[in-house]
């Protein structure tokens, strides 16, 4: 049985009452105690605290909490409680090494130092002795909540900067490296799974002239709203990546031929079909597009390079042949040639030599 000092009773019995006055974010806490007495008071001041607050009573439900997804980050644990105790829950805890770090309080009447040091070594980060002050526990959690602070402000830190480090910064979609690296994935798991793949290569027409017209922060905004319409018109798991100035290169996984076109006339239309709102009034543009599908088959493997060097082969010809269109590129990994490019009416055309360097 734990003992109750004065100052725990008339907090129980007045839970609105303020310890210090000091405002408190909203957090998680997940309270562990056996006692329901003690249980009922720890709850009382987190809540007052401005804290959610899941309470149980062994540490068998105090386990079940924490799998879950969104499970606090901060655990009160008493460590004499059924099922398991402070210490396995400890241990427990500190095994899972994955996802967000959870700051663990441990909370107990034994107060000798080879105690303390069994809590510090199973993974606490911090131990209070019963009975304690009210004013120290929310001394120590406070600390514990700037670890958390400080672990999250990391975390968004490195999130920021990986998203930096493979997305475009102008339009958000994946970078140049990142989307090829995307494709050398997809062709490996097409070769595995002896599956389909469409690569796509779009290009914004007369995108000079947008620029000249209407100055290049018009021409940006143009550049992010194409590359959030090509997004947008894709499936989950699709991917689209700005290969250079103004054009993308969009893996299509799964897909065959015929499909393929579907997708390019979609990605076509979503912006043909609406002009683009800037700062200087709409702005009509339109994109071309040139299509490589590929089926892995035992003749034959597929190759990323011989893709994207198909799929822009077959946007030259869109390019040639009025830009605003779809043009298909069979692909032949059995025997590694260019492929023929062709149009709806699948007419043959000779592909543009890949050495030029702009388009308009």
Known sequence: ??????????????????VDGRPSPVNAVLVAEDDPIFRRILESW??????????VENGLAAWEVLQKEDAPRMAILDWMMPGIDGIELCRRIRSRGQGAYLYVLLLTAKDDKQDMIAGFEAGADDYLTKPFN?????????????????????????????????HDRLTTTWNR??????????????????SSLGVIMADVDFFKRVNDTYGHLVGDAVLQEVGRRLAAALRSYDSVGRYGGE????????????????????????????????????????????LAAAQVNESGLVESATLIRDADAALYTAKARGRNRVETATARPDDGKSPSSRGGEHETAEAVPLAKSTRA
Request: glycine content about 6%; aromatic content about 6%.
């Open 46 to 55: 987190f809540k007052k605290w401005d804290y959610s607050v899941t309470a």
């Open 1 to 18: 049985m734990s003992k109750f000092p004065a100052e725990l009773v008339g907090e129980l019995k007045h839970p609105e009452s303020s």
């Open 177 to 194: 490296g990142a989307i090829l690296d995307l494709l050398v994935g997809e062709t490996e798991r097409c070769r595995r799974s002896n």
């Open 134 to 166: 009210v004013n120290e526990l929310r001394a120590r959690v406070w600390a514990g909540k700037r670890i958390l602070d400080l672990q999250a402000a990391l975390i968004r830190a490195h999130q920021a900067l990986q998203f930096q480090a493979d």
């Open 247 to 290: 054009e993308f290169l969009i893996i299509v996984p799964g897909c065959d031929a015929l499909n393929l076109v579907v997708t390019g006339e979609r990605l076509r239309r979503s912006i043909a079909d609406q002009p683009i709102a800037t700062s200087a009034g709409p702005v009509a543009v339109t994109i071309s597009l040139g």
